[in-house]
């Protein structure tokens, strides 16, 4: 079962979409379901892990 203290990255709130990086995370780490990183994310680092709309050609 993995803990709090297993996961790269803290969520302060259930219901917010940005994650902090406890740890240096490379890519294709898992973040939640159906989701990895799409590159490495340094320790600190605050971002948004949401769905993003492709850009329209």
């Given amino acids: 079962m993995d803990t709090v203290a297993d996961t790269p990255f803290i969520r302060l709130h ?3 979409s940005v994650l902090i990086a406890r ?7 898992p973040v939640g379901p159906n ?3 799409r590159a490495r994310i340094p320790p600190g680092t605050r971002w948004r ?4 709309p492709r850009a329209r050609r």
Wanted: with cysteine; net charge negative; proline share 12%.
């Fill in 49 to 52: 892990c949401a769905r993003t």
């Fill in 14 to 16: 259930p219901e917010d």
């Fill in 23 to 29: 740890r240096a995370a490379p890519e294709g780490t």
């Fill in 35 to 37: 989701v990895v990183t």
